[in-house]
């Protein structure tokens, strides 16, 4: 079981909009402003999509956002495209100790 | 941003030590903390540790007593050891990079599936 839950999956048509949600702890996602958002297409590398709870590097496409309530966050992404279509991580930092935890993924379907 | 490629054997025999190697390109092995994180299949990821330029290293408490992380700077690579592995070690290794006052993986691998197994 993973530290931070996410949904298995989640789906939407093209042009419409989807929200994964990542629920952590008070001592993780509640604690620190820290949420990183990954994109993964199997056989290539993790892509940052969100940094910093809602930041976006440079080159990611403004129809993906994010977000945080309390000890969850959520990256939405508007106006899906096929290319969309990948499972998505979230992590979030989690003090010095414990540093790193991750979600179980999400995986994006595009009817 | 750097580009990182995984190397090493696919296969470990349990009670063995799995080796990995991390190749950096386009950039310098002294401007980041390296790190290797896992996926076992049908699971999440999980982090399993960090080293610096300079020697610094941090491993997830869960695997600290079997892990060495090194960096080689000369080669511009770093590397990942794990000892006495057993089947709950079969996962995609994936190695990322992270600059210092940053809390992102701003550059990850493609990932190399080790199978534990005799």
């Known amino acids: 079981q993973s530290a931070l839950t996410q949904p298995r999956s989640v789906s939407g048509s093209p042009g419409q909009s989807v929200t994964i949600s990542c629920t952590g702890t008070?001592?993780?996602?509640?604690?620190?402003?820290?949420v990183s958002w990954y994109q993964h297409h199997p056989g290539k590398a993790p892509k940052l999509m969100i940094y910093d709870v809602s930041k976006r590097p440079s080159g990611v496409p403004d129809r993906f956002s994010g977000s945080k309530s309390g000890n969850t966050a959520s990256l939405t992404i508007s106006g899906l495209q096929a290319e969309d279509e990948a499972d998505y991580y979230c992590?979030?930092?989690?003090?010095?100790?414990?540093?790193?935890?991750f979600g179980g993924g999400t995986k994006l379907t595009v009817l | 941003q750097v580009q990182l490629q995984e190397s090493g054997p696919g296969l470990v025999k349990p009670s063995e030590t799995l080796s990995l190697t991390c190749t950096v390109s386009?950039?310098?092995?002294?401007?980041?903390?390296w790190y290797w994180i896992r996926q076992p299949p049908g699971k999440g990821l999980e982090w399993i540790g960090y080293?610096?330029?300079?020697?610094?290293?941090s491993y997830n408490p869960s695997l600290k007593s079997r892990v060495t992380i090194s960096v080689d700077t000369p080669k511009n690579q770093f590397s990942l050891k794990l000892r006495s592995v057993t089947a709950a070690d079969t996962a995609v290794y994936y190695c990322?990079?992270?600059?210092?006052?940053?809390?992102?993986?701003?550059?990850w691998g493609q990932g190399t599936l080790v199978t534990v197994s005799s």
């Open positions: 008070t001592s993780d996602v509640g604690a620190y402003n820290y």
């Open positions: 992590c979030s930092y989690a003090g010095s100790y414990t540093s790193w935890v």
């Open positions: 386009g950039g310098s092995i002294s401007s980041s903390f």
């Open positions: 080293g610096y330029y300079s020697g610094t290293t």
């Open positions: 990322a990079s992270l600059n210092s006052g940053d809390f992102k993986f701003d550059s």
